[in-house]
C-alpha cells in the first residue's frame, strides 16, 4: 500500500502586545524536519527573552540533528518520543546552566509547546501555560492541558473557569523548562488527517480570546499568513496585555 506523504504548510507570527517593553516570546519551526515550538519566557530583566530564545533554538538542532541522522526511516522506525524528550532535556540543562553561571538570570524559565510531524502522525509536547489546539472539520479542540496553578484547580473542580481567570494566581505555572535541573514534556500522539489546521499559542493570545473567536478566525478561508496577522490584531484589539504569539501548521 502507498502511503501518501503528507505536505505541511505554516505560518508564524509574534507582536509585543500593546502593554509590555519586550517580547520574551520566542518561536521556531522547521518545515523540513516537521518541527514547530513556543516558548513564552519568564524572569527578571533579559532572562525571559535569554530562555526562550534558548529553549527554541535547542530544541530545534536535536530534533533536526536526530531527523537528519536517521536517513529516510521507515513511517513509525523513529522513536518520537525519544526524540522529543532529548530535545526538552537539551532545552532545560542549557537554561538551568546559564542561570547556575549568572546571578542575574537566576530563576529564568520558559514555557514550550510543540508539534513534531511524521507522516500521519502528530506528536505534540507541552510544558507550561502556552497551548495546542487542532481546527478539524470546523471546530476547534484544545490539544494540551495547561500546567498552571488555576487551571489545575479547575480540572479538579476546586474552581470554576471565571474564578480562574480572575485570580491574582493565574500567572503561576507548575512546569516550566530551566526552573529545575530536570523537566519532563506532556506528550500526545495524535492521528493528522488533511486538513488539519494546528494552532500553536501562548497565553498572550488564550487570554485575550476565548476559544470560539479563536474558531471563528481560524473557519475564514485564508492564507495562513492572514490568519495569523488576524488573530494578533484580535488580540490586540481585546486588549493586547502580553506578548502574542501564535503558529500555525497545515497538514497538507
Ligand atoms: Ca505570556
Known amino acids: 500500500m502507498a502511503i501518501a506523504v503528507l505536505r505541511t504548510t505554516a505560518a508564524a507570527l509574534t507582536d509585543r502586545g500593546r502593554k509590555r517593553a519586550t517580547n520574551e516570546d520566542a518561536f521556531g519551526y522547521s518545515i523540513e524536519h516537521g518541527a514547530f515550538v513556543i516558548c513564552d519566557g519568564m524572569g527578571g530583566a533579559a532572562a525571559g527573552e535569554i530562555a526562550s530564545s534558548l529553549a527554541v533554538d535547542e530544541f530545534l538542532r536535536v530534533v533536526s540533528d536526530r531527523r537528519d541522522t536517521q536517513s529516510n526511516p521507515s513511517p513509525g522506525e523513529e522513536n518520537i518520543p525519544e526524540i522529543i524528550a532529548e530535545a526538552v532535556n537539551a532545552a532545560n540543562e542549557a537554561i538551568h546552566s546559564r542561570a547556575e553561571r549568572n ?12 508539534i513534531l510531524v511524521e507522516e ?21 479542540r484544545q490539544i494540551t492541558l495547561d500546567h498552571s496553578l488555576v487551571e489545575e484547580q479547575v480540572r479538579n473542580g476546586r474552581m470554576t473557569s471565571a474564578q480562574a481567570a480572575r485570580s491574582p494566581l493565574r500567572n503561576v505555572i507548575t512546569r516550566a523548562v530551566g526552573t529545575q535541573s530536570r523537566v519532563t514534556a506532556d506528550i ?8 488539519d489546521l494546528f494552532l500553536l499559542c501562548s497565553d498572550g493570545l488564550t487570554r485575550e480570546l476565548a476559544d ?11 492564507p495562513l ?28
Open 225 to 252: 499568513e492572514d490568519a495569523c496577522t488576524r488573530l494578533i490584531q484580535a488580540a490586540n484589539k481585546a486588549g493586547g496585555n502580553d506578548n502574542i504569539t501564535c503558529i500555525l501548521v497545515r497538514i497538507g
Open 212 to 222: 470560539n473567536r479563536i474558531e471563528f478566525i481560524l473557519k475564514v478561508e485564508s
Open 103 to 114: 546571578i542575574r538570570l537566576s530563576g529564568m524559565g520558559t514555557t514550550m509547546v510543540g
Open 120 to 140: 500521519r502522525q502528530a506528536w505534540v509536547l507541552n510544558i507550561g501555560d502556552s497551548r495546542c489546539y487542532c481546527l478539524r472539520d470546523g471546530r476547534l
Open 188 to 195: 500526545m500522539q495524535l492521528d493528522a488527517e488533511p486538513g
